[in-house]
C-alpha cells in the first residue's frame, strides 16, 4: 500500500514538472524574441543630388587640349582664356562617376600672388551637358627670360598668351609655328603697349600637366 502511495506521488510529480517545463518553454522564447536584436538594418534613403556631388578640394587632373603642347607662356600681369581636359574620370564616396574623363573645363589663366593661377568657370561633360564650376589651380610661379639672344626653337611645345605672343613676334618677328591663346581685350592692348620695343620679356611658364587644380566648393552634377 505505502509503494503504491509512493509510486503515485511520484507520478503526481513528474506530471506536475512536465506541466511546468511546458509553461516554462513559452514564456522563454517570448522572453528570447524580445530581447534579441533584429539581424536587419533599415537602409536610408538619400536625395540623387548627394549620389553626384564631389566635396570641395576633390582633385581635378587636366592636361593642355592640344597634347602636342608641354606648356604655356603668359607674361605675369597677363589675363588669357584657356581650356583644359580632366585626364581620369572623377568619382566620389559612392564610387559613382562625376566629372567623366575627357571632360573639358573652361577657364582663364589670371595674375595672382607672385604668379599666375588657373581659375576654372565652366564645365562640359562628353554628353554636352554644360555645368558652372568653382575650381581654381596652385599659384604657378616659374618664370622664364625670353631674349634675342635666345632661339625661337626654344618655343617649341609651348602655347603663348596674345600679350606674351605679341611682344615675342617683336622680338624675333613672324614664329609660324606658334599657337596664340585669347587674350582678354583692353587688358592685352595695354600691356602690349607697355611692353613694345623690348628685347626681353618675362614669361609665367605653366605646365598643365603639373597643375594642381581643386574644386572649391560642392560640385553637384544635376
Known amino acids: 500500500m505505502l509503494s503504491s502511495k509512493a509510486w503515485q506521488s511520484r507520478t503526481a510529480l ?51 587640349e592640344n597634347d602636342d603642347a608641354d606648356r604655356i607662356l603668359v607674361t605675369p600681369d597677363e589675363t588669357a582664356s584657356v581650356t583644359l581636359i580632366v585626364t581620369r574620370d572623377i568619382v566620389n564616396s559612392s564610387r559613382r562617376v562625376v566629372i567623366p574623363r575627357d571632360s573639358e573645363i573652361t577657364g582663364e589663366l589670371r595674375p595672382a600672388r607672385g604668379g599666375t593661377q588657373f581659375v576654372a568657370e565652366s564645365i562640359t561633360l562628353p554628353n554636352g551637358t554644360n555645368r558652372r564650376i ?11 627670360v625670353i631674349s634675342r639672344r635666345d632661339n625661337p626653337d626654344i618655343l617649341r611645345g609651348a602655347v603663348v598668351g596674345a600679350a606674351a605672343g605679341a611682344i615675342l613676334g617683336e ?23 607697355l611692353l613694345r620695343n623690348r628685347r626681353e620679356v618675362e614669361v609665367v611658364v605653366v605646365r598643365p600637366n603639373e597643375l594642381d587644380v581643386r574644386l572649391q566648393s560642392d560640385f553637384t552634377l544635376n
Not at 568653382?134 to 622664364?144: C, F, K, L, R
Open 14 to 64: 513528474f506530471l506536475a514538472l512536465g506541466f511546468t517545463s511546458t509553461l516554462a518553454l513559452p514564456l522563454t522564447f517570448t522572453e528570447s524574441g524580445v530581447a534579441s536584436p533584429s539581424p536587419y538594418l533599415v537602409g536610408q534613403r538619400f536625395p540623387d543630388s548627394w549620389r553626384s556631388s564631389l566635396p570641395a578640394g576633390t582633385p581635378i587632373p587636366v592636361r593642355y
Open 171 to 193: 622680338i624675333f618677328g613672324r614664329i609660324d609655328f606658334l599657337e596664340v591663346l585669347a587674350g582678354a581685350g583692353v587688358g592685352v592692348l595695354a600691356e602690349i603697349f
Open 134 to 144: 568653382d575650381a581654381v589651380s596652385n599659384i604657378v610661379t616659374e618664370t622664364d
